[in-house]
């Protein structure tokens, strides 16, 4: 949601939020998105399932600023790095460390697997921090001298992993942890993770008003309620 919520923010777009739980929405949630997986968007002229497919659609819609590079071989490099953030990097870090350490425990009621989570922290997110040391070369962000959608793509889930006890080490992936240093110190994302954090301890019951404390208002419907449960591309 951050990964949308960002762009909202520096394009002066106005949003309201329904803080659902992650696999607690009811059956009506399906007609929205039938992978039952979050962010949704949804307003006048459309709804949308998916973050990437919501992240074109806020950019053409409100242009101005726009959250990619100028230059097309570095808007092209970014986009390459957004979809990276939503398959090897969130399989790793939220698929196998949070899924299985935080999602099936506290969440689901269910035992996590605790080797797939170990190997995931231990094994797979070294080679994923690895590949993003190396991208992050010289500058201070991912594709140049201010922050675009790919670093508001990939950055997110890292909150997510340390949760769950996984998190780069800066003797290791100095310029990793640098660059989510400055994730957090000047852009957006460091309120927003303020957010999230204060949200991910929440009761169900209190999300709303942990959202308020930030600046965000409640939809006026929500999806949420019903029994957990797992999406139809559900991990683990």
Known sequence: MRKILAPCALKGVEVRIDPIVAFVSNDAFSDLNPLRRIPVWMDDEVTLADSSVILQYLEERWPEPSIWPVDLAQRARARWLEEY???????????HVFFERIVRPHVLGEEGDLERAKRGSETLAPEVFGYLERQLGDGPFLCGNQACGADYAMAPAFLNAR??????????????????????AETLLGRLNEMAWAMLAAPPAELADRMRAFGYEASDRSWGGG???RGPMSWG
Do not use: F, S
């Not at 953030?85 to 698929?95: F, H, I, Q, S």
């Not at 998190?167 to 240093?181: G, H, I, Q, S, Y």
């Open 85 to 95: 953030a939503d398959t090897r990097l969130a399989d790793v870090l939220l698929g």
């Open 163 to 184: 949760a769950a006890r996984c998190k780069p080490k800066r003797d290791t992936w100095p310029k990793l942890v640098a660059w989510l240093e400055r994730m957090e």
């Open 227 to 229: 029994r957990p449960r």
